[in-house]
């Protein structure tokens, strides 16, 4: 079973800034691709941004230009660097990642960690 642990959420002032960290229980480079959700309060869960395991990046328009996502093989952990950070990025995150095999597709999915950001 793959485990996925989320840390570095907390409370940061507008502004300010953190980072996540996402460690996996087996080699992520074994994942199509990782990635990082976020949940606010009475809304759906949405992508923030996703790593493939050939290094391509994507992410939601609202985190373009303030948060960089990258990945350390050797610690099988992803990371969510998040910049200039609003209240509106208040949520819980959650770290994603995905495979696949003969039998089908896999999805995963960490506990989440809180981020809140006041102003």
């Known amino acids: 079973q793959v485990q996925l642990v989320e840390s570095g959420g907390g409370l940061v002032q507008a502004g300010g800034s953190l980072r996540l960290s996402c460690a996996a229980s087996?080699?992520?480079?074994?994942?199509?691709?990782m990635g990082w959700y976020r949940q606010a309060p009475g809304k759906q869960r949405e992508l923030v941004a996703v790593?493939?395991?050939?290094?391509?990046?994507d992410y939601a328009e609202s985190a373009k230009g303030r948060f960089i996502i990258s990945r350390d093989n050797a610690k099988n952990t992803v990371y969510l660097q998040m910049n200039s950070l609003q209240p509106e990025d208040t949520a819980v995150y959650y770290c994603?990642?995905?495979?696949?095999?003969?039998?089908?597709?896999?999805?995963?999915w960490g506990q989440g960690t809180q981020v809140t950001v006041y102003s």
């Open positions: 790593i493939t395991n050939g290094g391509i990046r």
């Open positions: 994603h990642a995905d495979s696949s095999d003969y039998l089908g597709d896999y999805d995963y």
């Open positions: 087996r080699i992520i480079f074994s994942f199509k691709a």
